[in-house]
């Protein structure tokens, strides 16, 4: 049922690489500072370290106690600290505060700083205004591509979607450069680069800059993959705010998956324990229903549980020998397909459970009826009527941006009516958020014409040098037009429905989201994928406004073997969602094409929308 | 011809400021140089024996091109090693000349070409020496050593201490030590003190010589066990000082009746020492002063001008040069000695294989025939690079003696000796039609072995052309193979650079194939750092020049030539090299270290690096004042947006100011309402 690749798939490069070098670089880091040490490791951390290393190789290279970096004083009795934290100044006011503690009672011991993925100077300025940059060693952990599943590589760095879309503070850039730059090292030169969005042009721009700072070692390697494309999220915000409907999708936006693992609690394993499951390719069952839509997932689970139940049912007619065999070798695997099954079908129980008491089809109506742009009526009052029976505040919210997307911005009064009944429904604090939003682009009011054209030219004026040209891009990124509907017409991403859509034998993308839309990012990835280039998609473009943010560079490689060619890196910065994923395997599926993903961290509507929040959960 | 190519020391084209009239001459000149090809027969007629197994030979490096106006007897010469530079101070000061007249410093290359030449203005000199890295070391009466490049560009100076000031210099040395080049000095109150590395200068006074009243008769500097000691005669005896103590010592098996020393000398390496006694005795033996070598007598009572010796690196004969006036003297382990006749004044420049020796007119290399070159050349050898060279002399002759030779080799089974001897040879010569001739039988005996590996006649080859290259008359480099392995040809290419000889040395960085970053890249750096400072060029020309050379060229650092441009205090220019730095992590720190602040802060801006743009943020913020800043940052919305980052965990109320000026109610009313929820929670 799950669909195979086709046989001429090309195979995918082992990444599991990428692990065993961050392992090494870590365990040198470790033994840098030799003896017995306690660690301290940032939450964000942890998972993705447990990807890496776990406990016992930590201990192996003695350490002592594992102590998370939280805002309370530290217990450890160690003489030397070590601690694992992000470049961030929070952290570093952490320590310093522990480390004048120390110092105040006249207790010297030694600490290391690790920074992962890398050391930021803002950081080490706070440790010196801190007065304790002599006392501490800093170094750097240069940990940034963490291998989730064999095609999906995560930078694991929730926070670039905030820092850089609302904040415009585009330190991380450089990180991804740097992880682009180990990727092209380690794999061989990219011989074609597509890519489109400001924050990609600007890291294809600093790659390119280290690459050329270093040429001469990569020359001469047989590239293993044939196409970068990267992509800005801000460029399709829609796909992240619709409600996911692939399996995969669904068990993120419903249990979250945290680095590549889920927490199932009792509901799910009907036992009174919680369960931490790796969800990844080597889950066989997960794999064959990772990227089903979620209505087949019921049949076919079914389906395996009765194929898995005539497998337990051979043994009855067996002799001695036989059942020997079964049990020495087959038995293992039924028993693990097993417990998977129950486990996936406990899952879905819960999915169905959670969905039909938050009315999930309404929902999807509304929001299938938005993609269209029919009936916005109707729509705008089920969400008022959302906000006022108060469901969820992120959920009422996200309702709210999809609108204002598809809508090219609310009309003033009901941004105002909307915002109203919002602050009401969930609460004043809430105000920051929508001033956010309203930067970010994600919940806008429509301005009348000539304001925004104003503003511009009078910042063109302030300023005469190349900047200007960034300042007014940045500007009109502020109230940024979505052009939504122009793009859905140009790009086909409503298909036409004649009759019911096959989701059991998907015809296109569309799949993903019921047959309702075609993701946005994954429509162009494979319009230009199609043509090798931006050609013809001038239009396209500019609709995204990212008239000058295109860019394609191609190499005369000879050396590009077929199969490499058929290799494509898609990197989203900003993050992608698992319906993004699971549409481009299907189009990789069709095409004979295999995609592999670098995302800055796995997103959904949720995750995007609480980035933008101001409110603390 | 030289005429036509540009000249070496010129890679911008620039045209030299000397008339046509003497660079004809210098060309005739230099085709007269060459000397006829040596016939075959009387090759060893300057061979010279000295005792049973070994001979010397003196050969011509160069006739002098240089028109002395003195005599080197009236000048203060010091000579670098190495086939180094030579300077010559006329007038110093002595006594009968009037001191009105101003000295003339010049310097010359070893083949007598011109290097530098300029008007003394400082103090007394008493005496000159080159450093390591052929830096002339000037020392003044004074005890102020003032150092000199080579094209007669002053680099710095230091002073030798206060004891030295009050007391005057009686005498100083130049020496050479593992660290470096050290100067010892003698004081007016006959005291020492030396330094043994002018590069990391640490004075040291020697302790006192017990009853010293007068001048020592003589004096040297050791270097044993990587300390300097000194050796000074006084009267009939001899003292060894060292740091803590001075000790006399008395050599082994001194003949008796010596009443004064009158010369010593130490060998290159410092592992040997000679001492000339009044009766004319010549006294051989190690430096440490445990073993005598050998002894000489020569009857001449009268004082040596120079004494030097004249050894080869792992070769068992001693031998020391005395130079008088008119004489110079080969001695050594054996009963008669060398003699040749001086007509000039001349000078002897220790080498680590030889002794050079200049005059007026002539330079030469008087040296202990090597083994390879002895065996094959000697008359009557039967060695097996004798027979395959004569072999190969039969062989163009179309003679069937040729076969028989080399038969004789083979049966032996010496023709891989035979073809090894050959190419060793070929290296010990000066002359390229007799390298070419002996590399030539070596390549004919070559065809003979099966498998002879090809790298060592390869690289004898390339050593070869590179050697003569640098022998050539315009560069006056009259290196020897042995010299040239010691010296390294990194080195070599170094001391190209300090000649300003950038064509030549990228030519053999190029001929070597030396890898480009160490080769190629660092002389146009070089040259790069040396056309900045010729301010009579204007920047843009300067710049797009250098751009032109340099282009993309791996590990060549614009930044570095941009600094070196400021240095000279042509910032403008720094500015227009830093343009070519691909990396802007390097233009920064210099832009800011101009007070380009604005211009840095737009290239880190550029560069996507955060940190440089912070690193330029917080130097603008302590720069300007803060309305200012906050200008500036107003124009460049990414560094203002890091600035706001870091505010907003750092500095709360600046990041009110910087909403506040940029009239953003907006964000200060979110500021407000942010701060008044994070009130709440206390």
Redesign the interface.
């Known amino acids: 049922m799950a669909f195979p690749h086709r046989p001429d798939a090309p195979e995918l490069p082992d990444f599991s690489m990428l692990k065993r070098l961050a392992r090494d670089q870590l365990i040198y880091l470790l033994e840098q500072l030799p003896g017995k040490k306690d660690l301290f490791i940032e939450a964000d951390l942890m998972s993705p370290l447990d990807r890496i290393a776990n406990v016992s190789i930590l201990k192996q290279h003695e350490v002592d106690k594992l102590y998370k970096v939280e805002n309370k004083p530290a217990v450890s009795s160690s003489e030397q600290l070590c601690f694992l934290v992000r470049p961030r100044?929070?952290n570093m006011?952490y320590i310093a505060n522990l480390v004048n503690a120390d110092k105040l009672a006249g207790r010297t011991r030694k600490y290391k700083v690790i920074f992962s993925p890398q050391k930021?100077?803002?950081c080490e300025?706070?440790l010196e205004?801190e007065g304790i940059y002599g006392d501490v060693s800093c170094d750097e952990w240069a940990f940034s591509l963490l291998p989730l599943d064999v095609d999906l590589l995560s930078m694991e760095l929730p926070e670039f979607f905030r820092?850089y879309f609302l904040?415009?503070?585009?330190?991380w850039?450089?990180t991804v450069?740097q992880a682009l730059h180990l990727l092209s090292t380690l794999y061989g030169p990219f011989p074609n680069c597509y890519g489109i969005g400001r924050c990609a042009k600007?890291s294809h721009?600093?790659w390119r800059?280290l690459e050329?700072?270093e040429d001469?070692e990569a020359k001469g390697r047989r590239p293993e993959i044939g196409h970068i494309f990267l992509l800005d999220r801000d460029m399709d915000f829609v796909t992240a705010l619709c409600s996911q409907v692939v399996y995969e999708g669904l068990v993120d936006d419903t249990f979250r998956i945290k680095c590549g693992s889920v927490d199932f609690g009792p509901e799910v394993t009907s036992s009174d324990k919680s369960l931490k499951v790796l969800l990844n390719a080597e889950d066989k069952v997960f794999n064959e229903i990772r990227n089903e839509h979620f209505s087949n997932v019921f049949g076919f689970l079914s389906q395996k549980a009765r194929n898995l139940q005539t497998q337990y049912d051979r043994r009855r007619g067996m002799d001695i020998k036989q059942m020997k065999n079964f049990v020495s070798q087959e038995l293992k695997g039924l028993k693990q397909e097993h417990r998977l099954l129950s486990l996936h079908i406990g899952a879905c129980e819960s999915i169905m459970k959670k969905k039909t008491k938050q009315d999930f089809q309404e929902l999807i109506k509304t929001e299938h009826a938005l993609l269209e742009g029919f009936n916005i009526r109707e729509s705008t009052s089920y969400i008022e009527e959302h906000i006022d029976r108060q469901v969820s505040p992120i959920e009422s919210l996200r309702l709210m941006c999809l609108l204002s997307i598809t809508e090219n911005g609310l009309i003033p009064k009901d941004y105002r009516s909307l915002k109203t009944q919002y602050l009401q429904s969930y609460g004043p604090?809430h105000?920051?958020t929508f001033?956010n939003l309203r930067r970010a682009g994600l919940l806008t009011e429509q301005a009348p014409g000539d304001t925004l054209t104003a503003v511009e030219s009078k910042v063109s004026k302030?300023?005469t040098?190349?900047?200007a040209g960034?300042?007014t891009d940045?500007f009109s990124s502020l109230a940024k037009r979505s052009n939504f509907r122009a793009i859905s017409k140009k790009l086909n991403l409503i298909p036409r429905v004649d009759g019911e859509y096959d989701l059991k034998v998907p015809r296109d993308m569309a799949y993903v989201f019921s047959g309702a839309y075609v993701p946005l990012s994954c429509r162009v990835i494979e319009q230009v994928l199609e043509r090798r280039s931006w050609q013809g998609l001038d239009e396209v473009v500019r609709l995204l406004n990212c008239s000058e943010l295109a860019f394609s560079g191609m190499t005369k490689e000879e050396k590009a073997s077929s199969e490499s060619l058929r290799l494509i890196l898609v990197v989203f910065l900003g993050g992608c969602t698992f319906s993004e994923i699971s549409a481009l395997r299907f189009l990789g599926r069709e095409k004979g094409y295999r995609f592999i993903f670098l995302t800055t961290a796995v997103t959904n509507s949720a995750r995007l929308l609480e980035a933008m929040s101001?409110v603390k959960a | 011809m030289a005429v036509v190519a540009p000249s070496p020391r010129d890679p911008g084209g620039r045209k030299r400021k000397c008339g046509p009239g003497t660079r004809l001459r210098r060309c005739l000149l230099s085709a007269a140089q060459q000397p006829p090809a040596p016939a075959m027969d009387c090759y060893t007629a300057n061979w010279n024996p000295l005792g049973d197994s070994a001979f010397y030979r003196k050969y011509e490096l160069y006739s002098m091109d240089w028109d002395l106006k003195e005599e080197l007897r009236d000048c203060l010469v010091a000579a670098a090693p190495y086939g180094g530079p030579i300077a010559l101070l006329r007038n110093p000061w002595r006594k009968e000349k009037p001191a009105s007249v101003r000295p003339v410093l010049e310097i010359y290359s070893a083949s007598g070409m011109p290097l530098a030449s300029l008007l003394w203005k400082s103090g007394p000199v008493v005496s000159l020496g080159w450093s390591a890295e052929e830096e002339l070391l000037c020392v003044q009466e004074d005890g102020v050593v003032l150092v000199y490049g080579l094209h007669g560009d002053f680099r710095r100076h230091f002073s030798m201490g206060n004891e030295v000031l009050q007391n005057r210099v009686l005498d100083a040395r130049i020496f050479h030590t593992e660290f470096g080049s050290g100067v010892a000095i003698l004081t007016g109150a006959h005291r020492f003190t030396l330094s043994a590395n002018v590069g990391d200068l640490k004075l040291r006074r020697m302790p006192e010589v017990p009853g010293l009243q007068s001048a020592p008769s003589c004096w040297t500097t050791l270097c044993q066990d990587r300390v300097a000691h000194i050796l000074l005669a006084v009267g009939p005896d001899l003292y060894l000082l060292d740091h803590a103590a001075c000790s006399a010592v008395t050599p082994p098996g001194l003949a008796p009746g010596v009443s004064s020393f009158l010369q010593m000398a130490v060998s290159f390496t410092y592992r040997h020492l000679a001492l000339f006694t009044d009766t004319g005795y010549i006294w051989m033996g190690t430096a440490s002063l445990k073993e005598k070598l050998c002894e000489f007598n020569c009857n001449i009572r009268a004082p040596p001008k120079q004494m030097v010796w004249c050894s080869r690196p792992r070769s068992k004969e001693r031998a020391v040069v005395v130079a008088w006036e008119r004489r110079l003297m080969v001695v050594g382990d054996a009963p008669e000695s060398i003699q040749f006749v001086l007509d000039e004044d001349s000078y002897l420049v220790p080498e680590l294989d030889g002794v050079r020796i200049f005059s007026r007119s002539t330079h030469e290399f008087l040296h202990e025939v090597p083994v390879a070159s002895e065996e094959i050349f000697k008359i009557a050898s039967m060695a097996p690079g004798a027979l395959l060279l004569e072999a190969q002399k039969e062989y163009e002759k179309e003679s069937q003696k040729a076969d028989e030779y080399l038969r004789e080799i083979q049966e032996l089974g010496q023709l891989t000796q035979a073809v090894q001897q050959c190419i060793e040879a070929a290296g010990h010569e000066h002359q390229p039609d007799m390298q070419k001739s002996l590399l030539r039988a070596a390549s004919f005996g070559k065809c003979f072995l099966d498998r002879f590996p090809p790298d060592s006649f390869v690289r004898m080859c390339q050593d070869l052309r590179v050697l003569n290259a640098v022998r050539d008359y315009h560069i006056g480099i009259p290196l020897t193979y042995s010299q040239y392995k010691q010296l390294t040809i990194q080195v070599l290419l170094d001391r190209l650079v300090l000649r300003r000889l950038y064509p030549l040395a990228i030519q053999i960085c190029e001929y070597l194939r030396l890898p480009e970053v160490q080769g190629v890249s660092r002389i146009l750096a070089h040259w790069a750092c040396y056309k900045v400072q010729q301010k009579d060029v204007s920047d843009e020309d300067v710049a797009r020049a250098i751009n032109q050379k340099l282009g993309d060229t791996?590990g060549v650092s614009y930044s570095d030539i941009a600094a070196r441009a400021y240095g000279c205090g042509r910032t403008e220019l720094a500015i227009k090299l830093l343009e070519y730095e691909?990396?802007s992590g390097e233009q920064v720190p210099l832009l800011l270290k101009m007070k380009r602040s604005k211009l840095a802060l737009?290239k880190a801006?550029e560069?996507?690096?955060?940190?440089l743009v912070?690193?330029v943020l917080?130097h603008l913020k302590n720069e300007l004042n803060r309305g200012d800043f906050f200008m500036t940052l107003?124009?460049?919305?990414?560094a203002l947006?890091?600035y706001?980052?870091?505010c907003k965990?750092?500095e709360l109320e600046t990041l009110k100011d910087l909403y506040n000026q940029d009239d953003n109610h907006?964000e200060l009313g979110?500021f407000h309402?942010?701060a008044s929820?994070a009130a709440e929670e206390v």
């Open positions: 100044i929070k006011r930021f100077y803002a300025m706070v205004e820092d904040e415009g503070d585009q330190r850039i450089n450069a600007m721009e600093l800059k050329e700072e001469g604090e105000l920051l001033s302030l300023v040098d190349k900047a960034k300042i940045a101001e | 791996p691909p990396r737009s801006i560069s996507g690096d955060t940190d912070f690193t917080l107003r124009n460049q919305p990414m947006s890091l706001r980052q870091f965990h750092q907006q979110s309402i942010r929820y």
